[in-house]
């Protein structure tokens, strides 16, 4: 089971929110597209938080409810922000389950990219990376980190050894699902 924390996933859904819009503000002049954008996002921003975190309870759920089928010898969990912060521990972690040798080029996604012309998966930003970038693990704190998770979701996730972010102003928003 890959995770992801549920504040980030959010983020991301916002930031692909952001780039639909941009690119069909195409023709429009940049003031104005920029300004469109910004206006856009901010008038549904906690409905679309809303809806990314239901989304991830939801997905979380039912992969928990399939997991419980499966036995745990078969089963890893892997944080994509230890992945991020420790890649080479994680990584190795993944081969000793799996019964292989870690390999250098393991530690670099980006040059073992399918062909996104047949594959039409995950999302593009990956490919204007070069290397494991380890900010990633936190970056959306600085968008999302005020957002309190619903209770469903904050149960998921502290399950998983997600705490909410701390070192914020204690005024937060709450985003109900």
């Known amino acids: 089971r890959l995770l992801r924390h549920p504040l980030a996933v959010a983020a991301s859904w916002l930031d692909r929110e952001a780039?639909?819009?941009?690119n069909a503000s195409g023709s429009w002049p940049w003031p104005l597209s920029a300004a469109r954008t910004r206006l856009l996002l901010s008038l549904e921003r906690n409905r679309r938080i809303a809806r990314a975190l239901a989304?991830?309870?939801?997905v979380h759920e039912r992969v928990g409810s399939f997991l419980a089928t499966v036995p745990p010898s078969?089963?890893?969990?892997l944080r994509s922000e230890d992945l991020l912060l420790s890649p080479e521990t994680e990584m190795a972690r993944i081969c000793?389950?799996?019964g292989l040798e870690p390999h250098p080029r393991?530690?670099?996604p980006e040059r073992n990219l399918p062909d996104p012309l047949r594959w039409h998966v995950g999302d593009e930003k990956i490919r204007g990376f070069a290397g494991i970038d380890r900010t990633r693990a936190t970056a959306w704190q600085r968008e999302l980190g005020e957002v309190r998770l619903p209770p469903r979701t904050a149960a998921i996730a502290a399950s998983f050894?997600?705490?909410e972010p701390?070192?914020?102003p204690p005024v937060r928003r709450s985003v109900d699902v």
């Open 161 to 163: 050894g997600y705490t």
């Open 106 to 108: 393991m530690l670099a």
């Open 19 to 22: 780039r639909r819009i941009r």
């Open 74 to 77: 078969r089963q890893i969990t």
């Open 96 to 98: 000793a389950m799996l």
């Open 55 to 58: 989304r991830w309870t939801d």
């Open 166 to 168: 701390t070192g914020r």
